[in-house]
């Protein structure tokens, strides 16, 4: 079993590392290369995503990633910048579902920014379309406005778009994945203003027929967002296009009580997949060994049991990450008074300690 390995930028590094040491404490004989990506890709090789880090990407049975981004590079054009690394290694591993479940650990309720009654047991799943809507959509740019009020002006544009084959994908994969839950899907749109989501809507509607034994419902995206904070309960399993799952599932993130917390998985057809803390790269910290890794060891149980069907040893990693915060460690983000501060690599080293 081959694992690509790109630790990225920021606290990348850091927290990468320590779901490194997790995975060789199992006792399996992975294969993991390391590459450079985003910022590191671009010093090595004048682009964030090189092409011999694409290669072990493709090749690979997964890939575990860190994070990209530093502000020292917003200055270079944008298909140079760092974050074009993630999506371009979307886009050529064809990575078109993208998994973030928010869990609120027991132990982590008072860290929640939410009353610990709205919070207590929260269990969601948010399925995010990857591949299209408008952060792919063509044609995009800056030209001149060819009308309206502001005509002759300069006007930046983009397209969101959606074909039938994108929609129907990921609502088997969101019904699929209900199924195994608690059999509740909201599928998040914005009908009533944007034709490309009453044509999500109509074909959800339609692939609905095939799972009968799974409750739909639709919600405006408006209204998902302010439900998120209100009832977040309420939710089981949410399925939504590339835009909106990007912000709702950051929202989410922090009914947890740290996006520190939140693993995601983006997945192809045939569940090879991607796997990544839902946080970013959070230069103003890093170096400084206190970035929070439960996410990204989180996210490589995910590895463990979508990719490499290793469900036995997902689950180990997700009871140690348990039996740590029961046992009050607390990277910074989540502390609270009574429990234990402590920096990465302790967090890391008490994950491994804790496997059984």
């Known amino acids: 079993m081959k694992i690509a390995v790109l630790p990225g930028d920021g606290i990348g590094p850091e927290i990468v590392a320590q779901a490194v040491k997790v995975l060789k404490a199992l006792g399996e004989s992975f294969e993991m290369e390391f590459a450079p990506v985003g910022g590191a890709g ?9 092409e011999a880090t694409l290669k072990l990407a493709l090749d690979a049975d997964a890939v575990l990633f860190g994070s990209v981004g530093d502000w020292k590079y917003d200055t270079l054009e944008r298909a140079l910048r760092p974050e074009q690394a993630i999506l371009g290694l979307r886009k050529n591993l064809n990575l078109f579902a993208n998994f973030r479940p928010a869990i609120l650990y027991p132990e982590l309720a008072g860290a929640s920014t939410l009353k610990p009654e709205v919070v207590s047991g929260l269990d969601i799943l948010i399925i995010r379309e990857l591949t299209g809507d408008i952060y792919f959509g063509q044609p995009r740019g800056v030209r001149e406005c060819p009308d309206g009020p502001f005509k002759g002006q300069r006007e930046g544009f983009d397209t969101m778009r959606y074909a039938e084959g ?3 994908r990921i609502a088997h994969v ?5 199924q195994k839950r608690g059999k509740r899907l909201t599928s998040v749109d914005k009908a009533n203003v944007l034709e490309t989501f009453q044509f999500w809507k109509d074909i959800v509607i339609d692939v609905h027929k095939e799972y009968p034994d799974v409750a ?3 919600m405006y995206v408006d209204n998902a967002a302010m439900q998120l904070v209100r009832a977040p309960k309420k939710f089981d399993v949410i399925v939504t296009g590339n835009m909106f799952g990007d912000i709702l599932s950051d929202a989410a993130a922090m009914l947890t009580g740290s996006i520190g917390m939140l693993p995601s998985a983006s997945l192809d057809a045939n569940n090879k997949g991607l796997y990544e803390p839902s946080h970013g790269s959070a230069p103003d910290i890093a170096g400084k060994g206190i970035a929070n890794p439960l996410a990204t060891i989180l996210s490589a149980a995910m590895m463990l049991r979508y990719s490499l069907k290793m469900e036995a040893h997902a689950d180990r990693i997700e009871n140690a990450v348990k039996a740590v915060l029961a046992s009050g460690l607390r990277t910074p ?4 008074e009574g429990c234990v501060k402590v920096g990465t690599e302790e967090m890391g080293n008490a994950v491994v300690k804790a496997l059984v």
Do not use: C, K, T
Request: proline share 8%; no cysteine; glycine share 4%.
């Open 42 to 50: 671009y010093e090595a090789s004048g682009h964030p995503l090189p």
């Open 166 to 168: 994108e929609v129907r």
């Open 216 to 218: 739909l419902d639709h």
């Open 174 to 178: 969101a019904f699929q994945a209900a």
């Open 333 to 336: 983000d989540i502390f609270e």
